[in-house]
């Protein structure tokens, strides 16, 4: 499989709308559903300090992530979230999930400077938890509650990696 990890495009909007609003995506994440495709463009329209990336495979999109720093606060310039890792439904399993975190990674290590990556996951994603321990992230609290969704409390991990400047 030939993937191609790169910034998002306009035209990438609706392809990653549809990931956006997709159950499982929806299922681990804050997002709700029947969300108006007007609101992802919005979120996508670009932002200082706000990389958005896309997966494509096979001339489509086919997973989306995003890395938010602080490049105007000068106590917190070198942390940044993971806000989102997230897999169109048919590529899951893929390596369409890692291919974008290692390059979230490798932006954030190797061209951002940062040294404090952090991230929130849902406790009960288990495979997300496993997969951010597997490139250096430790759980570092929990957080009871920390989102409701189909009708029910969900706790998150805060999971932190740490790089030594």
Known sequence: MDLVIRHVKEQDHEAVHEILTSPHVLSGSMRVPF??????????TPTRGIYQLVAEAEDRVVGFGELITYPDEPRHRHAGEINMVATHVDWIQKGVGRALLDAIIDLADNWLNLTRLGLFVFTDNIHAVRRYERVGFVI???MPRMG???GVWMDAYMMGRLRDP
């Not at 969300?35 to 996508?44: I, V």
């Open 148 to 150: 409701f969704g189909a």
């Open 35 to 44: 969300a108006p495709l007007q609101q992802s463009r919005e979120r996508l």
């Open 140 to 142: 570092e609290g929990s």
